[in-house]
């Protein structure tokens, strides 16, 4: 009998990745996805996985019936969209994963892995004096919207933990690389875009800001590594996972250099108005010496990888809000005001409307 595998956001960019290297692996896969971006992230593989669409924060039971494991990669995911609408975001990144945990714990299943967020250790680009190496254990106190709700689901995870219980957090740096469900505002998937699109790269604030970087095919290994781990290695711990630091202008750089190399003359261009960026660098070691993973795909790889894939998928549309996660939910509830007044988009009013 396969081993089940019920993965939350499982249609979106991170989760279509992941559930094909799940399926790859031979785990059988039921996901849980609102589709709020359709279900194009399950092109590839619509037919291999059992979807159940529903709303994580109304999640069931029934949902974990035959699971040994779940893995939660839903919610509203990054800061555009978590303050767009504050109460949404905390009610799936923090509620619903404690809703989810409670689930777990009561249908038997041990191990639940979260998906958090290395933007919990942001601190900036003016405090050079706190520009240092930061690990799992520093101490944080992230106040924005999305980052705090990410930290306050870890602590209510990692206080569930038991003889019964087993929570993993993931805390991913910037995630870069293609996906079935495409994601342009991530930056260096921006940098990508716009290199296609405009011939030229523009970086923010003079490149200056720090960050942990991790290819998107690397973070779903990731997590099927901590489903692979013994629990005593495991349990109740925090990893980050990163393949290094890059400053965003370094990045630029090799973003230019990879596309010259593939016979595209790119230009760099700064500006340095302020655009409340964010800065911070961490430390992967612990998941590497626990676990023994290491990220492998190099910014180089990924960018070759997503130029072909973009055109083998059709994905140039560049101006699509799809792409977008902010645009596309901003677009999604103005279409939903129009219908709750028009009805359906077609088909003619019922009497009396």
């Not at 996805?33 to 029934?62: A, K, Q």
């Not at 692979?228 to 400053?247: D, G, P, Y």
């Not at 990879?258 to 340095?272: A, E, K, P, Q, V």
Request: net charge neutral; aromatic share 10%.
């Amino acid at each position: 009998m396969s081993r089940k595998i019920l993965l939350v956001g499982g249609a979106g960019y991170v989760g279509s990745v992941l559930t094909h290297e799940l399926l790859e692996r031979g785990y059988a896969v039921r996901i849980l996805d609102r589709l709020y971006f359709g279900d194009i992230g399950l092109r590839d593989h619509r037919d291999r996985v059992e979807l159940v669409v529903g709303d994580m924060r109304t999640i069931e039971s029934d949902a974990l019936k035959d699971v040994e494991a779940v893995i939660n990669v839903g919610g509203l995911s990054n800061d555009p969209t978590a303050e767009y609408n504050p109460k949404a975001n905390y009610e799936m990144n923090t509620l619903a994963a404690r809703k989810l945990a409670d689930l777990c714990v009561a249908n038997g299943v041990r191990r639940y892995i979260f998906a958090s967020s290395c933007s919990i250790y942001d601190r900036g680009v003016n405090n050079e004096s706190r520009d240092v190496l930061l690990d799992e254990d520093t101490e944080v106190d992230p106040r924005a919207a999305y980052s705090g709700s990410k930290r306050e689901a870890e602590k209510l995870l990692l206080d569930m933990a038991s003889a019964d219980f087993c929570p993993v957090i993931l805390r991913k740096g910037t995630i870069y690389g293609f996906s079935p469900r495409m994601r342009y505002d991530l930056v260096v998937n921006t940098f990508v875009k716009d290199a296609l699109s405009k011939g030229y790269i523009t970086i923010h604030y003079g490149g200056e800001m720090w960050r942990p970087l991790v290819e998107v095919r690397d973070v779903a290994r990731a997590y099927i590594a901590c489903l692979r781990a013994e629990e005593e290695q495991v349990k109740e711990q925090i990893f980050n996972v990163s393949l290094t630091n890059f400053r965003i202008s370094e990045l630029a750089l090799r973003v230019r250099e990879t596309f010259r190399s593939m016979g595209h003359d790119i230009d760099i261009r700064s500006d340095y108005s302020y655009r409340g960026v964010r800065s911070y660098r961490v430390s992967a070691s612990k998941f590497q010496r626990v676990v023994g993973f290491r990220p492998k795909v190099t910014i180089e790889e990924s960018v070759r990888h997503m130029v072909e894939q973009i055109g083998a998928y059709g994905y140039d549309d560049f101006s699509n809000p799809r792409y977008y996660n902010i645009h596309w939910m901003r677009l999604l509830e103005q279409a939903q005001k129009v219908i709750d007044i028009t009805g359906s988009v077609f088909e003619a009013p019922l009497a009396g409307r």
